[in-house]
T-cell receptor
Framework: GNSVTQMEGPVTLSEEAFLTINCTYT??????LFWYVQYPGEGLQLLLKATKADDKGSNKGFEATYRKETTSFHLEKGSVQVSDSAVYFC????????????FGTGTRLKVLA | GAVVSQHPSRVICKSGTSVKIECRSL??????MFWYRQFPKKSLMLMATSNEGSKATYEQGVEKDKFLINHASLTLSTLTVTSAHPEDSSFYIC????????????FGEGSRLTVL
């Protein structure tokens, strides 16, 4: 069945460091891929998404490219800030055109000043 | 963006009692809402799909009689954990799709249930 695998956290970085959070997936068909972020005390928010192979989603300096050949959707940011400290979830839609998601386990990022 | 609000954010109850959690879409209508459960260091697991005006659709392995879902209006869905036990303690999160399409879900802040 469909699944999402994220790197284990927590990830601790210094401010302005480069960030990569790995995400790989298994899926039948052509899922859409998402990154959601959960700041402390808040609900999940969409960070970026990609709906087909080779699409690049980007937002707030974060980027992720839908790689069908490696079944990956790694999240990157060139220079993290303390305010980026949060839990990041990779997700895919289980069936094209629906809102049934499969989530990864989440990766906690802590950025130190 | 669309706002989804959950209440209460935290609830503690005694074993054997029932607890109701509300999920509201504040500035949009949601004919469908999703209820998730999140265990520590685990991913969000879809429990059920709440459908306005009809019965909820439960995922495999989720007890319908334990987790009662009611979607009485276009802006409100409720999850009632009946006869709660300590193993029901968890973080429950609701979400709703926005009206603009595109696959995005809007999430509530979550409700942490602790059953003593």
């Amino acid at each position: 069945g469909n699944s999402v695998t994220q790197m284990e956290g927590p990830v601790t970085l210094s401010e302005e460091a480069f960030l990569t959070i790995n995400c790989t997936y298994t899926a039948t068909g052509y899922p859409s891929l998402f990154w959601y972020v959960q700041y402390p005390g808040e609900g999940l928010q969409l960070l970026l998404k990609a709906t087909k192979a080779d699409d690049k989603g980007s937002n707030k300096g974060f980027e992720a490219t839908y790689r069908k050949e490696t079944t990956s959707f790694h999240l990157e940011k060139g220079s993290v800030q303390v305010s980026d400290s949060a839990v990041y979830f990779c997700a895919l839609t289980r069936t094209s055109g629906t809102y049934k998601y499969i989530f990864g386990t989440g990766t906690r990022l802590k950025v130190l000043a | 963006g669309a706002v989804v609000s959950q209440h209460p954010s935290r609830v503690i109850c005694k074993s054997g009692t029932s607890v109701k959690i509300e999920c509201r879409s504040l500035d949009f209508q949601a004919t469908t809402m999703f209820w998730y459960r999140q265990f520590p260091k685990k991913s969000l697991m879809l429990m059920a799909t709440s459908n306005e005006g009809s019965k909820a659709t439960y995922e495999q392995g989720v007890e319908k009689d334990k987790f009662l879902i009611n979607h009485a209006s276009l802006t409100l869905s409720t999850l009632t954990v009946t006869s709660a036990h300590p193993e029901d303690s968890s973080f429950y999160i609701c979400s709703a799709p926005g009206s603009g399409g595109g696959g995005e879900l809007f999430f509530g802040e979550g409700s942490r249930l602790t059953v003593l």
